[in-house]
C-alpha cells in the first residue's frame, strides 16, 4: 500500500521560491503518478498539476503554468514540487496525492499529510 | 468560482440520510469522485468512477452520476461524518476540477 510523506513546513517572503517534497513508500515512484494539490486555508481544493499516464507527461493547471514545476528523483523515490514568485496568495497547505485512471476519469488516492506554506514579509 | 457547484453546507441529523449533489457541464459524460475531509485532516476517497467504493469505505456512502449531476449519499449517518466533502471530475481542457466543498453538520 503506498503511503506519501511529505516534508515539513516553510515559510518564505514575498517573491521567494519554495520546494516541498513528497517521499513514495510501498511502491517506486516509476509505479505510481503523482498529483499535486493545494488548500488555502478555510478554502477549498485546487488542483496544480501532476503525471499524466495517456501521454507519459506532466500536465499543469493553466494558473500555474510558467510558475510550478514538479520533478521526480526515482532514486529516492521522491517527488518534487517547486513554486517560484511567491505572494501571500500562495499560503496554503500544499497535498501530495496518488493518481488512478487517465484519460476521461482520474482519482486521487492516498493523500500525503500535507505541508504548510506561509508567505509573509 | 468552481466550475463544479456543490452547496456550501448541508445538515443531517443522526441515523439519517443526506444527499450532496455537484452539478457542472465538467461532468456531463465524465466519471465523478469524492473525498471526505476532516477538520486538520488530508483528504481521503470515499467514491470513485461515480459509485466505486475503495476496500475500507462502509457501504453506507453510496454516489451516483446522471447528466450533469453527482450526488453522494450517505445513510444512517454518524457524529464522525462530520466533515467537508468534495466532489471532483477530469476536464481535459481545464484538467482536473474540484467542486468547492460541502461542510456537513450533523446535528
Known amino acids: 500500500q503506498v503511503q506519501l510523506v511529505q516534508s515539513g513546513a516553510e515559510v518564505k517572503k514575498p517573491g521567494a521560491s519554495v520546494m516541498v517534497s513528497c517521499r513514495v513508500s510501498?511502491?517506486?515512484?516509476?509505479?505510481?503518478?503523482l498529483h499535486w494539490v493545494r488548500q488555502v486555508p478555510g478554502k477549498g481544493l485546487e488542483w496544480m498539476g501532476g503525471f499524466d499516464p495517456e501521454n507519459g507527461d506532466t500536465i499543469y493547471a493553466q494558473k500555474f503554468q510558467g510558475r510550478v514545476s514538479m520533478t521526480e528523483d526515482t532514486s529516492t523515490d521522491t517527488a518534487y514540487l517547486e513554486m517560484s514568485s511567491l505572494t501571500s496568495e500562495d499560503t496554503a497547505m500544499y497535498f501530495c496525492a496518488q493518481g488512478h485512471g487517465s484519460g476521461s476519469y482520474v482519482w486521487f488516492d492516498p493523500w500525503g499529510q500535507g505541508a504548510l506554506v506561509t508567505v509573509s514579509s | 468560482s468552481s466550475e463544479l457547484t456543490q452547496p456550501p453546507s448541508a445538515s443531517v441529523s443522526p441515523g439519517q440520510t443526506v444527499s450532496i449533489t455537484c452539478s457542472g457541464d465538467k461532468l456531463r459524460n465524465k466519471y465523478a469522485s469524492w473525498y471526505q475531509q476532516k477538520a486538520g485532516q488530508s483528504p481521503v476517497l470515499l467514491i470513485y468512477?461515480?459509485?466505486r467504493r475503495p476496500s475500507g469505505i462502509p457501504e453506507r456512502f453510496s454516489g451516483s452520476n446522471s447528466g450533469n449531476t453527482a450526488t453522494l449519499t450517505i445513510s444512517v449517518t454518524q457524529s464522525m461524518d462530520e466533515a467537508d466533502y468534495y466532489c471532483q471530475a477530469w476536464d481535459r481542457s481545464a484538467g482536473v476540477v474540484f467542486g468547492g466543498g460541502t461542510k456537513l453538520t450533523v446535528l
Open positions: 468512477q461515480d459509485k
Open positions: 510501498g511502491d517506486t515512484l516509476t509505479e505510481v503518478s
